[in-house]
């Protein structure tokens, strides 16, 4: 069965700062990898996501996320943050045809001060 | 195109009520979920649907029944509520080879 870790509960940055959040998987074949982010009250929001090819995505509100298999990592990245990118952010791998299943991970909430 | 909906946004059962909670979609997507989420522990999928008239159990199936009688719509029902069921159920549907697309949730309290 796949599985996703995110290690970091809460992360802290300064707006304008970079940020990076770590996602590890565990699955047994060619992953489908996910990032979603939630503000709260809300929804997820599909931030990017890897079926195959290149190994960097780029995704909407400018985050991108690289994979690499070797370390079965995904993790997430933004050059600078703004303080509207305060969310909690979620990190999933699909298993199935097209990502059917997804096994999200236990959440990353940020907080960005000003 | 209101995308993914769900009914109610908010309920309160007492121990022992049941319930129904709609989701509906009109992006003709042919798969759809119920998940639920509770702190500290992410989405939880619970049943899911890969067309209309199937339905198969998710990762925390016990408690839940639901039905797909059409394409659009995909119900989750308590037959028995339990304060374990306490949560956030987040309703998703995708069309093959996409990504899901989630509704905003519904908060259910069971005293």
């Known amino acids: 069965a796949q599985s996703v870790t995110q290690p970091d509960i809460h992360i802290t940055v300064s707006e304008g700062a970079s940020l990076e959040l770590r996602c590890n998987y565990s699955?047994?074949?060619?992953?489908?990898l996910f990032w979603y982010v939630q503000s709260p009250g809300q929804g997820l929001q599909l931030l990017l996501k890897?079926?195959?090819?290149?190994?960097l995505v780029q995704g909407i509100k400018g985050f991108e996320a690289e994979f690499k298999r070797s370390q079965s990592s995904f993790n997430l990245r933004k050059p600078s943050v703004h303080w509207s990118d305060a969310a909690e952010y979620f990190c999933a791998v699909g298993a199935g045809g097209g990502g059917n299943k997804l096994t999200f991970g236990t959440g990353t909430q940020l907080k960005v001060e000003l | 195109n209101a995308g993914v909906t769900q009914t109610p946004k908010f309920r309160v059962l007492k121990t022992g009520q049941s319930m129904t909670l709609l989701c509906a979609q009109d992006?003709?997507?042919?798969?759809m979920y119920w998940y639920r989420q509770d702190p500290g522990m992410g989405l939880r999928l619970i049943h899911y649907s890969v067309g209309e008239g199937t339905t198969a159990k998710g990762e925390v199936p016990d408690g839940y029944n639901v039905s797909r009688l059409k394409k659009q719509n995909f119900l989750l029902g308590l037959e028995s509520a339990a304060p374990s069921q306490t949560s956030v159920y987040f309703c998703a549907s995708r069309a093959v080879a996409d990504t899901q697309y989630f509704g905003p949730g519904t908060r259910l309290t069971v005293l």
């Open positions: 992006m003709n997507h042919e798969y």
């Open positions: 699955y047994g074949a060619t992953p489908y």
């Open positions: 890897y079926f195959s090819g290149d190994t």
